[in-house]
């Protein structure tokens, strides 16, 4: 890109700020400006899992040290029974933090945002809060943002990292794709943990129950605070996927949550099942969420790309979410680099979407699949799950060929492998 190029980046959450630094880093020359529909940086989504194929890419960005300060880097997956029983204990990304030296890093989301809020300020990127795009054209070898104030702002391209709800999406790029709802919801939230609590939630625990899975996950170095959560089938609103509908559903399951939750573990025992009634019961805040994805589609028109979940949302089974973003935006400055001058960006960023597809794909089907797990089952169902796990465990102590189904290649990835 010559000097002087811009680019306009709509959303300031982890992929908008992540592309900015990349970018800038990739080109001194360029100027990017962030646009921020909300009033002020965005607190929604709790605590963040970043998997090795991510945390190596954080890493390229320099932001690694101060990322894991403030996570956790517990590197175990216990599976319980609802009894308390652990069914199974392995390292949670097994082979790939000894051949990437990156693990999995847990770390709240405002803590996340605060790193990379930092980063863009000393490189003095701008962002410009409560701005709604309204608009989006294209003429005179350039594009053009038009705003709800009635501001306008011009760049030689823009990207969408303007989530799974993406304006950019809905607005230019490919307005008939809109998110599908998967049948699954999340109820949880971050609590404090006792000094006692904190050594028996070391790691990142998943409780099998008849109605969904208990996810816990210690979110800060010092393992003082722990996201919980219970991720179960749960059916649309009468009114159907609308908002309306989902604010009525979501101050249903918030007022009855922790009578749904403490049923779930009303034959539990023992420290475990125990500690998860503590937990419950001292939570204050709770949310809800719907669990969406995107049907795939076109993710660039002219000189439009998107990015992130504004591309290719998938339900959060595969922890992969931040991870997907990162590398779309690592593969998106590889190809900016390489473009010579008689590229149009159209056929750059179709570049971007041939060699990202085929990974999102495969990602996006382990996402669905792990998602499975999550599903209601009967006593005998639940019963016949734990034993799968508990054989493959000890399977897995006997001959170490087992690994409870998850294939880790995907964790060992690197982006910048890719052929551009």
Same mark, same amino acid.
């Given at each position: 890109?010559?000097? !002087? ?26 100027? $990017? ?9 965005? %607190? @929604?989504?709790?605590? @963040?899992? =970043? ?21 956790s880097s517990a590197q175990v997956l216990t599976v319980h029974s609802v009894r308390g029983q652990v069914l199974a204990e392995r ?14 890093l847990r770390i709240k989301r405002t803590a996340l945002m605060e790193v990379l809020l930092e980063a863009v300020k000393r490189e ?21 943002? =038009? ?13 969408? $990292?303007? !989530? ?9 790029? #490919?307005? #008939?794709?809109?998110?599908?709802? +998967?049948?699954?919801?999340? *109820?949880?939230? @971050? ?16 409780? *099998? ?9 210690? $979110? ?43 049923? *779930? ?17 001292? %939570? ?12 795939? !589609? ?17 339900? /959060?089974?595969? !922890? ?16 900016l680099q390489s473009r010579g001058e008689t590229t149009s960006f159209e056929a750059a960023f179709e570049r971007v979407e041939d060699?990202?597809? /085929? ?17 209601? +089952? ?43």
């Amino acid at each position: 890109m010559s000097k !002087g190029s811009k680019a306009i980046i709509i959303g300031s959450g982890p992929a908008g700020l992540a592309a900015a630094l990349r970018l800038k880093e990739q080109n001194r020359n360029l100027q $990017c400006a962030l646009y921020e529909l909300r009033k002020q940086p965005t %607190t @929604i989504g709790g605590a @963040i899992g =970043i998997m090795p194929n991510g945390m190596r890419l954080l890493a390229r960005l320099g932001l690694y040290g101060k990322l894991t300060a403030h996570g956790s880097s517990a590197q175990v997956l216990t599976v319980h029974s609802v009894r308390g029983q652990v069914l199974a204990e392995r390292p949670l990304v097994g082979d790939a933090l000894q051949k990437t030296g990156f693990g999995y890093l847990r770390i709240k989301r405002t803590a996340l945002m605060e790193v990379l809020l930092e980063a863009v300020k000393r490189e003095n990127i701008p962002i410009h809060y409560d701005k709604r795009i309204i608009s989006i054209k294209e003429e005179n070898d350039q594009v053009h943002a =038009i705003f709800s104030d009635g501001t306008v702002d011009s760049a030689d391209f823009m990207l969408g $990292c303007d !989530g799974i709800h993406s304006a950019v999406r809905t607005l230019y790029v #490919d307005p #008939d794709r809109v998110p599908e709802y +998967t049948g699954m919801a999340g *109820l949880g939230g @971050i609590v404090p943990l006792s000094e006692s609590a904190r050594a028996t939630m070391k790691s990142l625990g998943v409780t *099998l129950t008849e109605d969904g899975v208990f996810i816990t996950a210690p $979110c800060t170095a010092r393992h003082d605070e722990v996201l919980w959560g219970l991720s179960r089938e749960v059916p649309l609103p009468e009114s159907g996927d609308v908002k309306d509908g989902w604010e009525v559903r979501r101050d249903e399951e918030v007022e009855h949550f922790k009578e749904t939750a403490t049923n *779930l573990l009303k034959n539990g025992d023992g420290e475990w099942a125990n500690l998860l009634k503590e937990i419950i019961e001292s %939570t204050e805040v709770v949310n809800f969420y719907p669990v969406h994805k995107l049907p795939p !589609g076109r993710w660039a028109r002219g000189r439009v790309l998107l990015l992130g979940d504004a591309a290719h949302a998938m339900p /959060p089974h595969a !922890g992969q979410g931040v991870s997907m973003a990162l590398e779309d935006i690592f593969i998106l400055a590889r190809v900016l680099q390489s473009r010579g001058e008689t590229t149009s960006f159209e056929a750059a960023f179709e570049r971007v979407e041939d060699i990202r597809k /085929p990974r999102i794909a495969d990602v996006a089907a382990r996402s669905v699949e792990n998602g499975k797990a999550r599903g209601k +089952t009967t006593p005998l169902g639940l019963w016949a799950k734990e034993m799968v796990i508990w054989t493959s465990a000890q399977l897995s102590w006997f001959s170490g060929i087992f690994n409870f189904g998850i294939d880790e290649k995907h964790l060992q990835y690197d982006v910048d492998q890719e052929e551009i």
